[in-house]
């Protein structure tokens, strides 16, 4: 049986599909990803929290699904809208299809709407709020819900991804290649090694993962830790992870890197980047549509290569805002947005793409190895 299922935008424009994953009904930003692959990667990512994300591809699920690709324990965003999604996956890793996947984790999701002129809707007016059910097939009434949704701006969404304990995590890149992801955290690390503290608004997995690759002990805490708490486990570095929403809102967090700077080494990823700068003192903006994509080029201000990115953001740091002390390293050449700064007083720096992304492209690896320099210890 065909599950009808439809989504309804905040403008009132409403798409009629199938469904392909559970049943129900949710709201959230609307959001469209350029990505190819990484599927798995995208629903699997905690800063996707409260976004229905659209894939611009027009066939998703080719190569299926497994455990081992996982960036968290479960998907995370509110529902998914894809053009086609495959009725055979065809990869010797695949453990299920991804429609399997949706359902096992709840996922509300649709396929065979028109998601080219979802794109250029979102692209020409801005994301917009919306809703996706396969419950509520009523036209008028979806459209109430969407424009009486929250949205993203204002709310903490932090508090809902991050974990709840302090964690040692001791998997690298190298053990999850072997496909041993279950195994994470299970294996000793030297004490010996260069303490990173690891502050999780919603981190990815494969960042830590990073960080063990390059010589490092890391120590996982939740977001809402103090410095303090921080200081106590005498790190030679501080990382501030990617996350999902708005960071002008997280007080505990702007707080928590303002009593560290200048303490010990920073570096933050995404959501990191834009908690330094407000730190610092800089303002961020929501941006128009956000950059989503595992294809976005950045430019090196430093030695004018370019890099491709994997981003995930639909916030930005706002340059004129800018304080004297933060110089911005890289900057996006699609629009011109910052994606990269460094303090020039105290060792500190920050990117808004993700260097880490498994599944590529991997131009940007160089920044672990930045980031363990400036803890001023040599690799190997």
């Given at each position: 049986m065909v599950q009808p299922a439809k989504l309804a935008l905040e403008d009132g424009t409403v798409y009629i599909g199938t469904s392909i994953g559970a049943d129900g009904e949710v709201d959230g930003e609307v959001c469209f990803n350029t990505s190819m692959t990484g599927y798995q990667e995208i629903l699997t990512d905690p800063s996707y929290r409260g976004q229905i994300v659209t894939m611009t591809y027009p066939q998703i699920g080719n190569y299926g699904v497994n455990e081992a690709d996982s960036e968290s324990g479960h998907p995370h965003l509110a529902g998914f809208v894809v053009r086609e999604h495959s009725r055979i996956e065809s990869n010797f890793r695949s453990e299920s299809s991804l429609a399997e996947y949706l359902k096992k984790w709840g996922v509300v999701a649709i396929e065979s709407i028109d998601t080219r002129a979802l794109v250029r809707r979102i692209r020409s007016q801005g994301a917009m709020r919306g809703v996706l059910s396969t419950t509520d097939l009523n036209d008028a009434s979806l459209?109430?819900?969407?424009?009486?949704?929250?949205?993203?701006?204002?709310?903490?969404?932090?508090?809902?991804?991050?974990?709840?304990?302090?964690?040692d995590w001791s998997e690298s890149v190298s053990d999850w290649t072997h496909l041993n992801a279950k195994s994470a955290g299970s294996s000793s690390t030297p004490n010996d090694l260069p303490h990173v503290v690891a502050l999780d608004y919603g981190m990815k997995w494969n960042i830590p993962r990073h960080l063990v690759d390059q010589g490092c002990r890391v120590t996982v805490l939740p977001g809402t830790s103090t410095a303090a708490e921080v200081l106590a486990l005498n790190p030679d570095g501080v990382f501030l992870s990617n996350g999902p929403g708005d960071p002008e809102p997280l007080d505990y967090a702007i707080g928590t890197i303002q009593d560290l700077l200048g303490k010990q080494p920073i570096f933050g990823i995404c959501l990191g980047h834009q908690l330094l700068s407000l730190a610092c003192g800089a303002k961020t903006f929501k941006?128009?549509?956000?950059?989503?994509?595992?294809?976005?080029?950045?430019?090196?201000?430093?030695?004018?290569?370019?890099?491709?990115?994997?981003?995930?953001?639909?916030?930005?740091?706002?340059?004129?805002?800018?304080?004297?002390?933060?110089?911005?390293?890289?900057?996006?050449?699609?629009?011109?947005?910052?994606?990269?700064?460094?303090?020039?007083?105290?060792?500190?720096?920050?990117?808004?793409?993700?260097?880490?992304?498994?599944?590529?492209?991997?131009?940007?690896?160089?920044?672990?190895?930045?980031?363990?320099?400036?803890?001023?210890?040599?690799?190997?």
């Open positions: 459209v109430a819900k969407a424009q009486a949704s929250p949205g993203l701006v204002g709310r903490d969404l932090v508090r809902e991804v991050m974990p709840s304990q302090p964690t941006m128009k549509f956000g950059h989503r994509g595992a294809n976005q080029p950045v430019h090196h201000l430093g030695n004018g290569s370019v890099e491709i990115t994997s981003q995930n953001h639909g916030f930005a740091v706002d340059e004129a805002s800018l304080p004297s002390d933060l110089e911005v390293t890289h900057r996006s050449l699609n629009d011109g947005t910052i994606e990269g700064v460094r303090h020039l007083g105290v060792a500190a720096f920050s990117v808004q793409y993700h260097p880490e992304a498994s599944a590529g492209p991997h131009d940007s690896h160089y920044l672990f190895q930045q980031f363990f320099d400036s803890m001023g210890v040599t690799a190997g």
